[in-house]
C-alpha cells in the first residue's frame, strides 16, 4: 500500500568493501549480517514509509566494539545508520541508500540500579519495557512510557527525546537523563555517563545527543532518574460532547486533581471507532465527539479516590462529561489505556497514513484537524486527531487507499505553514529523521539551522552518522 519516498542523491561515501566486512568479522565476530531476508526487516521503518537497501548490519555488544566499528568507517568514509527498536515515526532508523545499519539489539545490559537514589545505568539496547519491569520490582517506575514500549530502545528513545504517556508528570528526557556514554563519529568515546542530579561544571554536553536522532554519535550507555512508584493508579475514561468541553475539563483536572495528575490523553471519536474496527477493541464509554484518558498517581489510594471523585462529580455534574468510567485494578486500567495507545496501530491497518506531530497552542489544538476535513474532503479516508493534549501536543493523522502526490500536496506545506503561523513546532516528540527533514525551518529561524550544522560539522565533519537525516539541504 506504500509507496517509498524518492531518497535524493547519494553522497560519495565508500561501499562496503570485502576487507572491510573482514575488519567487521574481525571486531564483532558472528555477528556480520549480511543475509537479504535477515537484514529486510531492518532496512524498512515501522510505518512502512521508507526503505533503504543496506547489505551489512552489525551487533556490537560493547562501547568498545561501537568505537572500533566507528573508528574504521570513519577511516574508509563509510556511512552508518544507528539503529534501536526501529519503532521511529519519521523514517530516521533505517538508511537511504546503503548504510551500515548499526544495530544496539544487543547492547541490552543493566549496569547498575540504586535503590535509594532511583538512579538506573544500563547499556542503551535495553527495551524500555524490559527496564520498566526491572525497576518496577524494586519500587520505581521509569519516568517515560509509549505505546512503543515493547520494542523501543531506551538509547532510541533518548536519540528522539520521544515524550510520550508520563512526559506531562514526570517532563522531558532532558531532565531525566543525568548522563550518556556517546562514541563519537571518529570512534572516541565521549564518557559523561556521571549520575549526578546537580553539575555546572562547563557545557552540558549530554543534551547535544538527547534529541540528535543519531547525527551526531552513537549513545552507548544512559544514565537515568526514576521516580518511586506510585501506589495509587486511577483511570478515567470520559466523554466530552465537544473540544470546548475537553479544554474546560483539562482546567478542572489541574485545579481539583492537582498534584496527582499524571496523564490528561485525548481522542476523537473517529480514533475510538478505528480502535473498534480494526483492532476489536470495545469502548466502554458511550459514543461522543470525544473522550479522554486522565490518570492519577499517587501514594494514597483513599486521598487519590476522593480527590478523583471529586473531579468527576464537578465535570458530570456541569455537563462538561456526558459519560465515563473509571479503573483502578490493573488490568482494567491497561484496557483503558489500550484504546488510546493503540490508535497508532490501527491506523496502519487502515490504509497509507500521512502522519504530523505537531505542538500548539492547546486552545487552537483541534480547528487544524475540522479544518482539514473540510479542505481534503473525500479525498481523505479519515482525518483524525489525538494526543498529548496535557503537553499541548496534536497527533495528527490522515489515511487514504493509498499514498498519492496531490493528497501530500494537500497536506504540505499546509499543515506546517499553518503549525508555523501559530508559531508552534512541526514536530513536537518524534523527531524530523527522513521524512520531516525540510520542514525544520518552519520551526527553527535561519540562524538556528546553520549553527545546526555547523554543529554537526564539527562533531562528524565526514557526515558519516546518520547522513540524510534531520537536517534540510544535505542529499
Ligand atoms: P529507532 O526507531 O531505532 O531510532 C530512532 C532514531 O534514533 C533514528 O534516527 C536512529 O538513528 C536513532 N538512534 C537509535 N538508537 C540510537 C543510539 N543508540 N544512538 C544514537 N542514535 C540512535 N514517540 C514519542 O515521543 N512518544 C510516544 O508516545 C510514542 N509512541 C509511539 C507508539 C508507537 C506504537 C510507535 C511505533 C512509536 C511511538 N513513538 C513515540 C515514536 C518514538 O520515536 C519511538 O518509539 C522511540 O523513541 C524510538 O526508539 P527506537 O529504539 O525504536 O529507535
Ligand atoms: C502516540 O502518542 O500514540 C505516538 O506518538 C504514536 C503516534 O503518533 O501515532
Ligand atoms: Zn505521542
Not at 496527582?260 to 461522543?288: K, N, T, W, Y
Not at 462529561?321 to 495507545?341: P, Y
Request: net charge neutral.
Amino acid at each position: 500500500k506504500g509507496k517509498w519516498p524518492s531518497p535524493g542523491r547519494r553522497l560519495p561515501f565508500s561501499t562496503v568493501s570485502e576487507e572491510d566486512l573482514a575488519a567487521f568479522q574481525g571486531i564483532v565476530p558472528g555477528r556480520v549480517i549480511t543475509d537479504p531476508e535477515e537484514l529486510d526487516p531492518s532496512n524498512v521503518d515501522w510505518l512502512r514509509s521508507v526503505r533503504g537497501s543496506s547489505r551489512v548490519l552489525l551487533r556490537p555488544r560493547t562501547s568498545e566494539e561501537v568505537s572500533r566499528i566507528l573508528r574504521h568507517c570513519h577511516a574508509r568514509n563509510l556511512a552508518v545508520t544507528p539503529q534501536g527498536g526501529n519503532t521511529g515515526m519519521v523514517g530516521g532508523s533505517v538508511p537511504v541508500f546503503d548504510e551500515i545499519i548499526l544495530s544496539t539489539v544487543l547492547m541490552n545490559q543493566v549496569i547498575s540500579f540504586h535503590g535509594v537514589s532511583g538512579v538506573l545505568v544500563c547499556q542503551a539496547g535495553c527495551v524500555l519495557e524490559e527496564l520498566s519491569q526491572h525497576v518496577e520490582q524494586r519500587g520505581f517506575i521509569m519516568p517515560l512510557d509509549l505505546g512503543a514500549k515493547g520494542s523501543c530502545h531506551i538509547g532510541g528513545n533518548v536519540a528522539t527525546n520521544a515524550g510520550g504517556l508520563r512526559f506531562l508528570r514526570y517532563g522531558s528526557l532532558r531532565g531525566t537523563v543525568l548522563g550518556l556514554e556517546v562514541v563519537l563519529a571518529d570512534g572516541t568515546v565521549l564518557d559523561c555517563l556521571t549520575s549526578l542530579r546537580k553539575d555546572n561544571t562547563g557545557y552540558d554536553l549530554k543534551q547535544l545527543f538527547i534529541g540528535s536522532e543519531g547525527t551526531l554519535g552513537v549513545i552507548t550507555a544512559v544514565s537515568l532518574l526514576c521516580p518511586p512508584r506510585p501506589l495509587a493508579v486511577n483511570v478515567a475514561l470520559l466523554g466530552c460532547p465537544g473540544f470546548a468541553e475537553v479544554l474546560q475539563t483539562f482546567s478542572t483536572c489541574k485545579q481539583v486533581l492537582g498534584e496527582i495528575l499524571s496523564a490528561f490523553e485525548f481522542m476523537d471519536a473517529e480514533c475510538v471507532q478505528l480502535v473498534g474496527r480494526h483492532l476489536h477493541l470495545a469502548c466502554p464509554v458511550r459514543e461522543s465527539p470525544f473522550y479522554v484518558l486522565v490518570e492519577t498517581s499517587g501514594s494514597s489510594a483513599r486521598h487519590d479516590a476522593e480527590k478523583m471523585n471529586s473531579f468527576l462529580e464537578q465535570v458530570l455534574g456541569s455537563g462538561l462529561v456526558t459519560d465515563g468510567t473509571m479503573a483502578t485494578d490493573q488490568k482494567k486500567v491497561q484496557v483503558l489505556w489500550a484504546l488510546r495507545e493503540r490508535i497508532s496501530e490501527a491506523l496502519g491497518r487502515d490504509g497509507y497514513v500521512y502522519k504530523y506531530d505537531l505542538s500548539l497552542p492547546v486552545e487552537r489544538l483541534y480547528d487544524l484537524v475540522t479544518d482539514l476535513r473540510t479542505r481534503l474532503g473525500p479525498r481523505a479516508k479519515h482525518v483524525v486527531g489525538y494526543g498529548h493534549l496535557g503537553d499541548g501536543n496534536l497527533h495528527l493523522n490522515v489515511t487514504a487507499e493509498a499514498f498519492s502526490a496531490s493528497l501530500l500536496g494537500a497536506l504540505e506545506p499546509y499543515v506546517y505553514e499553518w503549525t508555523a503561523a501559530q508559531r508552534g513546532s512541526v514536530s513536537a516528540e518524534h523527531g524530523l529523521g527522513f521524512r520531516k527533514k525540510d520542514a525544520l525551518g518552519y520551526s527553527k529561524p535561519p540562524v538556528a539551522v546553520q549553527l545546526m550544522q555547523q554543529l554537526k560539522a564539527l562533531l562528524d565533519p565526514q557526515g558519516i552518522l546518520n547522513p540524510y537525516k534531520m537536517l534540510p539541504g544535505q542529499a
